[in-house]
């Protein structure tokens, strides 16, 4: 049972490149989130999405785009990096039972110079 | 907008020791609280859920505490051990599908 697994763990990005964050959770959670956490800001929320082929902004959404084709991955984009967007980005899920515990996965360390 | 507030300095406390966290919210009250768990380097786990409708949640050395009154959700670490250092963060979700998270508090358990 792998939960929420995110790849790749770390990236070192070069200013106005691109990449794509997987997240892919096996929980069958209808609900999906990108974060990226910050020291001392705490965790922000970039995008949503609470079901398959859907995505909403979250707090800090620009710099950034998601899709979610299929249940159960979530992808974030970053189509023109900045050092600003250097952090590390958390996907999570959850079902929409009540209750809601909030799955997370390891982390992705993203670097941008 | 809902606010969720936990203090931002970190807590030291003696082994054997109670731990207390404070996670205080500003408006409605939440149907749940949560309480994760965050090591460095590691994404948060989930350790306890408290109800609107719950006073109080026990699990082995943990329990919560929720006081609609005071607006505030109180996290007990019973005789704690230096493994039990770690952020601590809280979490409310109500009528939304948006969790919100408060910025945690570092536990720090010398021997």
Redesign the interface.
Known sequence: NAG?TQTPKFRVLKTGQSMTLLCAQDMNHE?M?WYRQDP????R?IH?S?GEGTT?K?EVPDGYNVSRLKKQNFLLGLESAAPSQTSVY?C?S?SAD??????????SWLTVV | SQKIEQN?EALNIQEGKTATLTCNYTNYSP??L?W?RQDP??????LL?IRENEKEKRKERLKVTFDTTLKQSLFHITASQPADSATY?C?Q?RGS???T????TSLIVHP
């Open positions: 929420v609900y989130y001392g800001m705490g965790l929320l949503y609470v909403a979250g958390f999570a959850r009540s209750g809601n515990t909030i799955y997370f996965g390891e982390g | 931002s149907a749940y949560q994760y380097g590691r994404g948060p786990v989930f859920l963060l979490a979700l599908y948006i969790p998270f408060g910025r945690g």
